[in-house]
C-alpha cells in the first residue's frame, strides 16, 4: 500500500522560510517523479513542484520558481521542499503526490498546513 | 498556461440523479492528459478518471468521463450519497493546472 507523510508545517512569518518533507513507502520510490500540491483555505488546487525519480529534473510552477526547491533523498525514501521567502498568499495545506509532470496523481499524503503571518 | 473552466459552480441535485460536471480548456488538451479528482472536507484528492476516460482503481462505474480537444465532462449515471463533494479537472499535458472546482451539493 502507498503512503505517503508529510510533516514540517506550521506557522511562519512573511518573509521567512520552511522545509517540508514527505516520507513515501509502499512502492519503488526510485521509479517515480513526485511533485507538490497546494490549497489555499476555501480555494483549489494549485500545483507548485516536480521532481524527475532520479532528482536531475525539477519544475516549477511560476508562482513559487526562485523561491521553492523541490529535492529528494532516495536513500531515505523522501522528498522534500525548502521554501523561501514566503508570502501571505502560501498559506495553504500542502500535499505530495506521487506524480510527475506528466502524470495524473492517484496517491496523495494527508497534507500538511503552512500558515504565513506575522 | 492553459486555464480550464469549469461548470457549473455549485450544481444541486438529488440521490438517485445523474451529474454531468463540464471542464472547458483555454486551448486544446490531448485527451491522454485530463484528469478528475473528488474532494471531501478535510481529505486530499482522489482520483477518479486519467486519460479522459479511464477509472482509477477501485472507482465504481457510475462514475465516467468523456470529451476531446478543450470539452471534457465527467457524469455520475446516478448519484449516491457519498458522492457529494466538490470535483476537480486537471490537465497535465502542458505544465499542470487544475480547474476551480464543481460543488456538488444536496437539493
Known amino acids: 500500500e502507498v503512503q505517503l507523510l508529510e510533516f514540517g508545517g506550521g506557522l511562519v512569518q512573511p518573509g521567512g522560510s520552511l522545509r517540508l518533507s514527505c516520507a513515501a513507502s509502499?512502492?519503488?520510490?526510485?521509479?517515480?517523479?513526485m511533485s507538490w500540491v497546494r490549497q489555499a483555505p476555501g480555494k483549489g488546487l494549485e500545483w507548485v513542484a516536480g521532481?524527475?525519480?532520479?532528482?536531475?529534473?525539477?519544475y516549477y510552477a511560476d508562482s513559487v520558481k526562485g523561491r521553492f526547491t523541490i529535492s529528494r533523498d532516495n536513500s531515505k525514501n523522501t522528498v522534500y521542499v525548502q521554501m523561501n521567502s514566503l508570502r501571505a498568499e502560501d498559506t495553504a495545506v500542502y500535499y505530495c503526490a506521487k506524480g510527475g509532470r506528466y502524470d495524473s496523481y492517484g496517491d496523495w499524503g494527508q497534507g500538511t498546513l503552512v500558515t504565513v503571518s506575522s | 498556461e492553459i486555464v480550464l473552466t469549469q461548470s457549473p459552480g455549485t450544481l444541486s441535485l438529488s440521490p438517485g440523479e445523474r451529474a454531468t460536471l463540464s471542464c472547458r480548456a483555454s486551448?486544446?488538451?490531448?485527451?491522454?492528459?485530463l484528469a478528475w479528482y473528488q474532494q471531501k472536507p478535510g481529505q486530499a484528492p482522489r482520483l477518479l478518471i486519467y486519460?479522459?476516460?479511464s477509472r482509477a482503481a477501485g472507482i465504481p462505474d457510475r462514475f465516467s468521463g468523456s470529451g476531446s480537444g478543450t470539452d471534457f465532462a465527467l457524469t455520475i449515471s446516478r448519484l449516491e450519497p457519498e458522492d457529494f463533494a466538490v470535483y476537480y479537472c486537471?490537465?497535465?499535458?502542458?505544465?499542470?493546472?487544475f480547474g476551480q472546482g464543481t460543488r456538488l451539493d444536496f437539493k
Open positions: 486537471q490537465q497535465y499535458g502542458s505544465s499542470i493546472t
Open positions: 509502499g512502492f519503488t520510490f526510485t521509479a517515480y517523479a
Open positions: 486551448q486544446s488538451v490531448s485527451s491522454t492528459y
Open positions: 521532481i524527475s525519480g532520479s532528482g536531475g529534473t525539477t
Open positions: 486519460g479522459a476516460s
